[in-house]
């Protein structure tokens, strides 16, 4: 796994391009009728009781909309305009369920969403003095430093506080399955001092510092008793100065520290300078390496960022920083859509602008130090104006891959392109295949001449994974469609992916027409959507499943806006 620095990372894939005399036909008209999305909340098959649905509309500036979960498990969130919504659900002690999957789920007025969720983890104990007495209102959190997989999380998650009671006793419930350590005393995540353990060094169980902390595995529903003898150490400070345009209705600049362990983030804290004032500062900080950088939301909905330092602790304070906020880049670009004029394409739905979604990652190897220290920033995704133009907004320096989706199951991707300015290092006005290469941000500057060409033909393809004899499909089996036509083997924009459900059942629908090779396997080197399969980073793995897929000779051709269905395949 790729290591970060501070990684809040974007989300990653890409594709070609189109000629620019191409027409941009108006897309069916979408209704206004007000709709609603529903489904059910369960664990092990039974309702969550006290669950409730956050529903998000991507690229809206409202606040998200609520419904309860009802005794049956089952909501409906109502008044909902046309769109594309994301769907989380909370639970009080509970967890939604892993996917594996790396592709964010959307959602569209008149969905039904079933969500599974899983029994939180608890960690519990006593925090206890060098003499054995209890420590009453000392700070606690449980830090996920791995998932139920093992792997290193990608991004500082939120630490879970706790106080403990009057007899040194604390209980964190509802954790995700992972690796974990636990810590008492310090500042939390976030805000100001509230007792005297504030301005203490963290103490990691079970008398640690960071560096050798205990690491706890908790699995879904388990609980874990980890007790803590606290160390009561006085920590150093941090500080110095922040700057940034005072906006009228945003004063503050957010100041964060991040400690870094080999080279990750680990625990991250926060603080505030107002923007017309000098000085910010932090206490009770341990030795050690640190990231830290200054953001200010400004009143346009733009976010200003300095540049990261990184800071080392050794025995004494670090006093008189400067961090000097800079504005993050943006991206604009296009949708244009290219009817058919075949037959088999008549009457077939084209996708509507306000559901179709453009979304930037940041490449996992930065090319730069700075560009892998530095957070991103907001949502990375973006749904389309009513003339197809789209922006995103808040975004690190980096190299980024693209990735659209949309709800049209006879249109494909065909291409995105970026015609080159005078400032890139391309000639200007000549086009850029963003489907090969990736795109380059810098802090402070914005991309433009991005176009995302959909067109209509695209082909579907459904059925049944079968076995042999006795033999019992896998779990996290997909279905990979790989070009059979040589000159396309190198386009990403002709390989799909989909995943067989527990009956054996598939479909691939946004299929460039053309002939395939079909291969069946588990999650080929990762590869386990087509954001992942389709980037540019991932040429070597679909060159070694292009071949494994040629070796099994199981070939399809599909035509323009083909339904196949029925299809059988044999897992070997």
Excluded at 10 to 20: D, G, K, N, Y
Excluded at 311 to 331: C, Q, Y
Excluded at 533 to 546: F, G, I, N, V, Y
């Amino acid at each position: 796994m790729a290591k970060f620095t501070l990684a809040f990372a974007i989300a990653l894939m890409v594709q070609p391009a189109h000629a620019q005399s191409t027409p941009k036909p108006t897309p069916e008209t979408a209704t206004t009728k007000l709709g609603s999305i529903t489904g059910r909340v369960l664990a092990d098959g039974q309702p969550v009781i006290n669950a409730s649905i956050a529903v998000t509309r991507v690229s809206a500036t409202t606040a998200s909309r609520f419904a309860p979960v009802n005794d049956n498990g089952d909501f409906e969130a109502k008044g909902l305009d046309t769109g594309v919504y994301r769907v989380g659900v909370t639970a009080p002690g509970y967890v939604t369920t892993p996917t594996g999957l790396d592709q964010e789920p959307y959602y569209r007025v008149g969905d039904s969403v079933m969500f599974t969720m899983l029994k939180g983890g608890v960690i519990t104990g006593r925090v206890l003095s060098a003499d054995d007495e209890p420590v009453v209102a000392v700070r606690v959190r449980a830090i996920r430093i791995r998932d139920e997989n093992g792997k290193l999380v990608s991004a500082p998650e939120l630490n879970i506080d706790r106080l403990t009671d009057d007899r040194g006793i604390y209980r964190i419930f509802g954790l995700r399955p992972g690796t974990y350590v636990v810590s008492a005393g310090g500042r939390g995540s976030s805000g100001y001092g509230v007792n005297g353990y504030d301005h203490d060094v963290p103490t990691y169980a079970p008398s640690s510092t960071r560096d050798t902390a205990a690491e706890i595995l908790l699995g879904a529903a388990e609980e874990k008793t980890i007790d803590i003898h606290y160390r009561g150490e006085a920590g150093h400070v941090v500080s110095g100065n922040a700057t940034a345009p005072a906006g009228p209705d945003s004063p503050w600049i957010s100041i964060n520290l991040a400690r870094l362990i080999a080279g990750a983030p680990d625990v991250k804290m926060s603080t505030y300078q107002n923007s017309g004032t000098k000085g910010f500062e932090f206490s009770g900080v341990a030795d050690g390496d640190y990231l830290i950088w200054a953001q200010y939301a400004s009143t346009s909905g733009d976010t200003l960022v300095s540049e990261p330092r990184r800071i080392i602790v050794r025995g004494a304070d670090v006093n008189g920083l400067e961090l000097s906020t800079k504005p993050l880049a943006t991206v604009a670009g296009e949708f244009v859509l290219v009817p058919s004029t075949l037959e088999a394409c008549k009457g077939k739905r084209r996708p509507s602008f306000d559901e179709t979604v453009v979304t930037l990652q940041r490449k996992q190897k930065p090319s730069t130090k700075t560009e892998a220290e530095l957070p991103s920033f907001g949502a990375a995704q973006v749904t389309a104006n009513n003339s197809g133009n789209f922006v995103l907004r808040n975004l690190a320096p980096g190299q980024y891959g693209l990735e659209a989706r949309f709800f049209a199951h006879y249109w494909y991707l065909q291409s995105i392109t970026q015609r080159a300015t005078a400032s890139s290092k391309e000639i200007a006005g000549q086009t850029i295949d963003l489907a090969r290469s990736s795109l380059t941000l810098r802090l402070g500057e914005g991309a433009t001449g991005v176009r995302v060409t959909l067109a209509e033909g695209g082909a579907t393809l459904s059925g049944q994974v079968e076995t042999t004899g006795n033999q019992s499909l896998p779990a996290q089996l997909f279905v990979y469609l790989v070009p059979a036509e040589k000159e396309k083997v190198d386009d990403p924009l002709q390989y799909s992916a989909a995943q067989v459900d527990g009956h054996g059942a598939f479909a691939i629908d946004q299929v460039a027409p053309g002939r395939y090779w079909l291969i069946t396997k588990t999650a080929a080197d990762n590869l386990s959507s087509n954001k992942s399969l389709r980037s540019p980073d991932a040429h070597e793995a679909r060159a070694k499943l292009w071949r494994e897929a040629e070796s099994m000779k199981s070939e399809v051709a599909l035509k323009p806006c083909q339904n196949v269905s029925g299809y059988s395949l044999v897992f070997k």
